[in-house]
């Protein structure tokens, strides 16, 4: 078990050192971006014409993919359990195995 504690920790060292550079290029978005959007028209159209907003739009993928990752994860585990030979021996096998 302390293999796999041992690749979770890493993979949470990694996801930490991910999310520093992310602040920080986020922090350079908030400060270099308004002044560029403040530039950029907005032409009045009429509601039927108008596209969604780019953030829209990337929730609603980002929720999909969420939802489809989480099927995802059941069904495997499902599968995985369904092979698992440990979870199919009855108690006598289990007593003997351990004897």
């Keep these: 078990m302390s293999k796999l504690k041992g690749i ?4 949470e060292q990694l996801i930490s050192t991910i999310r520093s550079v992310q602040d920080w290029a986020a922090g350079v ?15 009045p159209l009429p ?6 907003r780019v953030r829209e739009v990337l929730e609603s993928t980002f929720g999909f993919w969420e939802r489809l990752a989480k099927a995802q ?12 030979p440990l979870a199919h021996r009855t108690e006598t096998q289990r007593h003997a195995k351990a004897a």
């Design 8 to 11: 979770e920790d890493a993979g």
């Design 29 to 43: 978005a908030e400060t270099v971006g308004p002044p560029i959007a403040r530039l950029v028209p907005v032409p």
């Design 47 to 52: 509601e039927s014409l108008q596209l969604p």
């Design 73 to 84: 994860n059941e069904f495997t585990l499902r599968v995985l359990d369904a092979f698992d």
